[in-house]
Structure formats: C-alpha cells, structure tokens
C-alpha cells in the first residue's frame, strides 16, 4: 500500500497507524534517510544537501535503498510505503494494491509544518498548535530535547511543495487511471483521518 499526498498532508502519522492496525511495516523513505545521514553514511552524505534544499534524492539512490529494505523478512506480508514513490520513474515495477492519496489545502500545510518539532533521541513528532509537549521544549516520552527539521523552514517547505506539484502530483492520475486511488481528506484530527482511511478500506 502507498501513503500519496504533498509534504505534511499526514502521510507518516497515518502510515504509522496503519501499520499497527494492519501489522505490516511502515517503510517511510524520509526516515531511512535521515537515519542514513545521521550514521553519516555515504548515502546519507550525498543525501544531505537535497534533503536540506527541499529537492528530491536522486532515484537510483533511493531506489537501492528501498530494494535492500523490501528484501527483509518481515516484509513477506505486505508493506506500507510512505514518501515512495514520489515520480513515475520511482513508481516503475512496483506492485501496488492501494493508494491512499492524502490532499490537504497548501497554507495549512505550511502551518502544519512549520510547527512540527521531533525528539532528537526518540523521534517522537510534536505539533506546536494541535499536538505539543507537555512541557516547552522536551519530549513527552523520554524528556530529551525536542527540534525542528532543517526542511521544515518556511522557504524549504514552499520549495518542496513546488517539486511535490511538478514530480510527485503526476503520480495521482497514474494510480487514479488504474483504478487504485483512494482519496482522503487530510482536514480535521488523526483519529477522523483514520477512520476515513478504515471505512474506504474496510477494515
Ligand atoms: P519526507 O520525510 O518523506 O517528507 P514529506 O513527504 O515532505 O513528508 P513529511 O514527513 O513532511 O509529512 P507527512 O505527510 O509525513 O506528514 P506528518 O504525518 O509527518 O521526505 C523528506 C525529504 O527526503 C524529501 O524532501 C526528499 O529530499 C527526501 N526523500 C524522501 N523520500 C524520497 C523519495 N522517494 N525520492 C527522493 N527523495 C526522497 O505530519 C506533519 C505534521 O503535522 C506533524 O507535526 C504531525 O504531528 C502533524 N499532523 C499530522 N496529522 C495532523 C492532523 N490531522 N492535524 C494536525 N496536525 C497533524
């Protein structure tokens, strides 16, 4: 299954869900990146400036990268992508069952995103206005500090809705022409979200 839909529409807090609800794994290309980068790999070095200039990886990177991950063993049943593909060229021999497709208005999600912290240790997310610390600043479940993403600056997020419209957003008539798009409002809280994404998958 894949989470389609622009930067901060909710795809990581709903794949997450799903995840546990369907007992498959969560495979979010944004996250083993920034894993690969903090490691200081290779690949998270040569990631690094287009991570951080709001511009996409090269594919053949993330496509070994995706490769390796889907040749693990707990991926036998099934998996949930979250931020792959993100063009057509990605999209090529991937076999698909659904699509949630996301969609969410642009300014909420430059407001979404410019209040999204995370907890340098545990990763835990944050959301300044609807989701925030119970304390300024620490993390909720282990109390290390919280921080913002270097692509979650307002001039970076514009930029990346803007590679999102000319290479991602191609990807929704694809799977729309297939028949396997399922379009789901990102308004409102994470559970109605959800619930919307259960109710069209029935389960
Ligand atoms: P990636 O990490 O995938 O970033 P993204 O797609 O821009 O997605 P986000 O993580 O920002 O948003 P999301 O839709 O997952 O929303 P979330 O649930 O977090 O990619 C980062 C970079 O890596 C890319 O720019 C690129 O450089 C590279 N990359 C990744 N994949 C690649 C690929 N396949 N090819 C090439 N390059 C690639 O929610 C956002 C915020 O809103 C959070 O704070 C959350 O708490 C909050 N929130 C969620 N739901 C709600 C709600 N219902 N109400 C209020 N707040 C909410």
């Known amino acids: ?4 839909g622009p930067p901060g ?24 990146l920034r894993t690969e980068r903090e490691a200081n790999t290779d690949l998270g070095r040569k990631a690094a400036q287009y991570m951080s200039e ?26 949930i992508l979250d931020g792959f ?25 430059v407001r979404r995103l410019s209040g999204r912290r995370y907890c340098v240790d545990c990763k835990e997310n944050y959301q300044l206005d609807s989701c925030p610390p119970k304390k300024t600043g620490s993390c909720d479940v282990c109390g290390a500090q919280l921080a913002q993403r270097d692509d979650d600056r307002e001039e970076v997020i514009r930029k990346r809705l803007q590679v999102y419209e000319v290479e991602t957003a191609p990807l929704v008539e694809h799977y729309e ?8 409002s990102g308004r409102g809280s994470v559970d109605d979200i959800f619930s919307r994404i259960q109710k069209a998958l029935g389960i």
Do not use: F, W
């Open 54 to 79: 709001g511009k996409l990886v090269p594919d053949e990177l993330v496509v070994s990268m995706v490769t390796k991950r889907l040749q693990q063993s707990d991926c036998q049943q099934g998996v």
């Open 1 to 4: 299954m894949i989470l389609l």
């Open 85 to 109: 593909p993100r063009n057509i060229d990605q999209a090529k021999g991937l076999s698909v069952d659904r699509v949630i497709y996301l969609d969410l208005p642009r300014e909420e999600i």
């Open 9 to 32: 529409a909710g795809k990581g807090t709903q794949a997450k869900k799903l995840s546990q609800r369907m007992g498959i794994p969560q495979i979010s290309t944004g996250d083993l």
């Open 177 to 184: 022409k297939r028949g396997q798009l399922v379009h789901i």
